[in-house]
């Protein structure tokens, strides 16, 4: 598996900032591992983390009536499949508000790279670059979600 630090720089949450302050993010990152099946977020649940797919698969499941607000939901349907470098939980990151969607690890292993909130502002806070980078990325991200899931509906 490649360097934690290079596969954040080929990541587009990270794009654009150089080898240093990426190595200030894995500092402040982890690496966590899920068995295929796994739930690794549930709709409703307060955000915390951003999570990079570092190797594997996972599914964003919402119900079937859209995003949801509470957790328990029946009827839970996959919506899309993220692989090796895409993100998911960056609202999190932005407005710490529940979590939009229930995501479940699809592959043996799946293997993610977890950014924690916390963290993640309090280096912003030391260094706005940072900062600025990567939420110009996220809103970027955030865009074309919003672009595709418009198109299609």
């Given amino acids: 598996m490649e360097k934690i630090t290079d596969f954040l720089r080929h990541s587009e949450v990270f794009a654009g900032l150089p080898e240093a302050k990426i190595e200030q993010i894995v500092s402040i990152g982890h690496t966590a591992t899920f068995s295929a099946g796994e739930t690794i977020i549930s709709a409703g649940e307060p955000s915390d983390d951003l999570y990079l797919v570092q190797q594997g698969m996972v599914e964003v499941l919402v119900a079937s009536g859209g995003i ?31 979590r939009s969607a229930t995501i479940r690890a699809i592959t043996e292993p799946t293997v993610l790279f977890v950014v924690p909130r916390a963290a993640f502002w309090a280096l912003c806070e030391a260094d706005h670059h940072i900062g600025f980078i990567v939420m110009r990325n996220i809103a970027c991200d955030l865009s074309f979600k919003l672009r595709h899931r418009n198109l299609s509906l």
Avoid: S, Y
Wanted: proline share 10%; charged share 15%.
């Fill in 68 to 98: 949801v607000d509470t957790p328990g939901l029946p009827e839970m349907q996959p919506v899309v499949q993220l692989g090796q470098g895409q993100v998911f939980g960056e609202m999190a990151l932005v407005d710490q508000g529940a």
